[in-house]
Structure formats: C-alpha cells, structure tokens
C-alpha cells in the first residue's frame, strides 16, 4: 500500500508559509492540490516543535545575516540563531559533505537523531547552508544580432519513417536552420548527421534563404568540429573547405553552452512541438514526403505574426536578404582531405597512384585535397597550393609533371638516358626499339631505374644479349613493361639451351584438305 499523504520537504515548506500567511486548511489544500487531512499533519507537526523551541530559527529568518567565514565573529551570533542540537552537531563537517553532493537525507540517518524530526534538520540545516554560503544571482544577456551575419544550426530528434513493403522503421534527424535577426527558419529532414548530409543541408539551407551568412555558429558535433575545445576549438577539415567555398567564417559553440546559439535551439522546440504534434496521426514512407509536408509548415510558419515585433519573420528578413553575400557559383565537390608524405622520387601516394611535388618538399608533409576529378597538394603550414594533379584512375600510375624534380636531377636524369640508349643500341635492334618507344613516353624518367636493371643483367653476364632482345620482342608484342615479366623472359630464353623458342609464324596448310582434331 503506498503512502498517499507523503509529501516532500518544499511542498512542506508551502503548508507551513501559507499557513503563516492566515491561509484557511481547505485553501492550502485546495491551492496545493493535497488532502486536507495532510495539511492538518504537517501544521500539528509545526505546532509541536514551536512548543519544544526546536523551530526558534524558522519563525526569525530575517535575522539570519551571510557571513564568509566559518571563523568569523559573526558566525557565532548567526549559529546560536539556530535550535540548540544543531548548534551541538558538528554542523561544518555537514555542510562540507553538502557541499560535495550528499543528500540531507543520509547525513540524517548517519546521525541517527531520536529526538529531532527528519523535517526540522532538513529545513535548519539547509537555511544555514544557504546562509552561508549564499548563491550568487544568475544573470543573463540578451544578444543584439547584426542583420546577415550569423546563422544558427541544429540537429534534434526527427520523425521515424516507415517502409511500406517491410515495415521496418527508420531513424531520422532534423536540420534545423536559422538567421537569429530575422528568426526566419529553414529545416529538413535527413538519416544521418555525417558530413555529406551536413554540407547538403547547407547547401539547400543558404538557397532558401537566397544568400548566405558571414559566420555559422554550430554544435559541436563530429561532421563540424574534430575536436571540442572552450577556446581554440579543432573544426572538421572537410567543413571548412566548405565553408571557404561558400565564403562563410565556423564559430563552433563553446561545449555545453546551448546559449550561444539559443534562437536555434529555440526553434527546434518550437518545430518539434508544433508540426511533430500536427502529423502525429500520419505515416510516411519516404524522406521526401516528410520533408514535403515540412516545407508546407515552414511557409506558413515564417508568415505568421511575432507578438513581440508584430511583424513576420519573412517581412524582417526583407530587411536582411540585400546584406546576405551571393549563393556560390560553383558546384562543391566534397573532397577527401589527407596527409601524406613527400618522398625521395618526388612523389606522394594517393590511393593507389602516385603524384609528384617539389622537390623541396621531400621528406615534408603536405595535405592533400583530392576530389573526383583532381588531385591538390598544399603546404601543410602556410596552406599555399605547391601541385595540381588530374586524378588517375589507373592502379600504380605515376602522374608527374618535369618541373617538381630538382634542376641538377633531371640533367642527370636525362644524360643516363641518352646513355643508356646507346647501351640498347650495342645489345640489339628490339632492345634499342623498347627503350626508344619507353623514353619517348610523357614521362620518361619513372622508366630510368627498370631500364638500368636489364641493362646491368646484361652488362654483368646474368643475361645474355639473345636472351634480352627476345625479352625486348616479348614486351613490345604484349605492350608488358614491367620489370618482372622483361626478366621472367630473359630466363626463359636462356632456360632453353638448343631448344631455344623461335619466333615462327603460323604454319602452311592446304585448304582443299580438311584437318580434324
């Protein structure tokens, strides 16, 4: 059976103030919502313990004075102030365990007090905690927004969607978008709150608005901010390359300080009270039904009257749409934002291809930016663009441009060329025909070091000179130049002996006969 007149320690406090204030037993219950019979209780209690004198404190509560120190003179008036058992408790020992969060409740039973009620320690102990350590009055500021400067954005919980054909129900969020000095709003419905939704929503968020703002002010959630900081915050790489697309500055919120954007935070309360509550009854089976019937709301939602401006969101924003900057022209291709290093050759790997830097930065790392149609290496600290590469999508391609190699390298570079050339010339015609048709590729130089090593085989006896130009006839056949197969080849050649292969072509027959396999 539980206990229907048990009340808490406020609540208490309310009988006995009213009660105080001449109010009648049915007005205190009526006022309070509570049985009569309880606020009978509790003003018998009251009465007791003004007879016993353990209440001294409450009826003079005006004559408590704040004090900073438990040690000054002034304490010790103000505690005498207060019943005689608690001036004989180690009342600061109980204060400090108040202060570091442990409930009135359990410093009550550890004391195992018979004679004093859980209500008169609860109500003495807490009015001299408050009295000294008195709570300093919270403020706040109202913020005076500039017209087209900022935009707030958020996510909240969104409308689950239904499939029609499974029934499986699927998890969304809102985006919620809004220019604080207009309060206009734009939202829409999304299945993740990743980056490319992220950036998405932007996108269709700054179309509807026509413009978009100096400074987005966001959560701190991970498709914005890598890492949460109070003051120098670390925001997503992926974003801000957005962001310089767009032309807009992030200002991510301080952790924990839903005030810094609170117009947002507002109008997702206000959407999910309001449009949630009005398609309460209705299912939806696609995001873009949802976000259909979202939009219908957001129309009439902007056009309704503000009480304190008397004025539409949309008539305020007539005022703010000419300070918007432009919509961006081009297209932004979310990109893939890493970190590689510089090596000897003069090339990063990316992917599966490699591409050529500066020189100067070997050994260095850089960022690389790469979309789906190129390849950008910056300067890891100045962020100055040192390279620009179409993106390859052949596995193991070099893409390399002459001028990132060092000037004394390339001149070396090309006088083994002509070396070797002459080398080629000296072993056979199909050698000489291999390497001219290497060298006289785009880009020669990636074909140096494999050219050395079948030339130094040969040079060094592992190779005969037959041996190689049937190699250099393999390769130009199959258009195979990799390292592998030319040796591969050579070996052959030589494994042979007598019965060396020979290049033949396809044998004579006689068409009047017919051959039968």
């Known amino acids: 059976m539980t206990r229907k007149d048990k009340v808490s320690m406020d609540c208490q406090a309310q009988i006995l103030e009213l009660e105080k ?3 009648s037993v049915r007005r205190i219950a009526e006022t309070l919502k509570m049985c009569r019979r309880t606020v009978r209780k509790y003003i018998k209690i009251k009465d007791s313990l003004i007879i016993k004198k353990e209440l001294h404190a409450i009826d003079e509560p005006n004559n408590v004075v704040p004090i900073a120190s438990p040690k000054t003179p002034s304490q010790e008036t103000i505690i005498h102030q207060f019943p005689e058992w608690l001036q004989n408790l180690d009342w600061q020992t109980l204060l400090n365990e108040k202060r570091k969060g442990v409930p009135f409740k359990i410093l009550y039973e550890e004391l195992k007090l018979k004679d004093v009620k859980y209500w008169a320690f609860w109500n003495n102990l807490k009015r001299l905690h408050n009295t000294l350590t008195p709570l300093s009055p919270k403020t ?30 699927q998890k969304t969020w809102i985006f919620v978008g809004s220019l604080p000095f207009s309060s206009k709003v734009y939202a829409e ?16 968020m700054w179309k509807y608005f026509g413009g978009v703002a100096r400074y987005v002010v966001c959560d701190n959630l991970k498709s914005a901010v890598t ?14 390359a957005y962001a310089n697309h767009a032309c807009f500055a992030v200002l991510p919120a301080r952790p924990y300080r839903p005030k810094d954007k609170a117009n947002v935070e507002c109008h997702v309360g206000i959407l999910q009270r309001s449009f949630f509550q009005e398609v309460r009854n209705k299912i939806f089976h696609s995001i873009g039904e949802l976000n259909q019937a979202l939009h219908e709301f957001l129309e009439c939602f902007n056009n309704q009257i503000m009480k304190e401006h008397g004025v539409s969101r949309n008539d305020r924003f007539s005022n703010e749409l000419g300070l918007l900057q432009a919509l961006p022209i081009e297209e932004f291709l979310i990109p893939e934002i890493r970190t590689a290093t510089v090596h000897p050759d003069c090339h990063i790997q990316f992917g599966k291809s490699f591409y050529s830097a500066p020189w100067q930065y070997v050994g260095k790392d850089v960022r690389v930016i790469a979309t789906t149609s190129r390849v950008q290496i910056f300067d890891l600290v100045s962020l100055e663009r040192i390279a620009i590469h179409s993106r390859s999508n ?5 893409v390399t441009e002459d001028f990132h190699w060092p000037p ?6 090309d006088f083994n060329i002509e070396k070797a050339k002459s080398e080629a010339r000296k072993i056979g015609p199909k050698t ?12 020669p130089l990636i074909y140096l070091r494999r050219v050395q090593g079948w030339l130094r085989k040969v040079s060094a006896a592992q190779c005969t000179k037959e041996s190689m130009e049937y190699a250099a006839t393999m390769a130009m056949q199959h258009m195979k130049f990799n390292s592998s197969y030319v040796n591969d080849c050579a070996k052959f ?20 006969h017919a051959y039968l396999r």
């Open 21 to 23: 204030r001449g109010y």
């Open 140 to 169: 706040t500021m109202r913020l005076i927004h500039k017209p087209g400067e900022k935009a707030f954005v958020d996510y909240g919980d969104g409308i689950d969607i239904v499939d029609p054909c499974t029934g499986e129900i």
């Open 189 to 204: 419905f999304s299945f993740t709150q990743k980056i490319p939704s992220f950036i998405v929503s932007h996108e269709r």
């Open 227 to 240: 890492q949460a900081h109070l003051y120098d915050p670390d925001v997503n790489k992926t974003f801000v």
């Open 394 to 398: 052949k596995l193991g391609e070099r």
């Open 408 to 413: 004394e390298k390339k001149a070396h570079c």
């Open 432 to 443: 000489s025909e291999m390497l001219t048709f290497l060298f006289d590729l785009k880009f």
């Open 493 to 512: 050649f030589d494994a042979g002996g007598l019965n060396r292969p020979q290049n033949t072509g396809a044998p004579n027959r006689n068409l009047k």
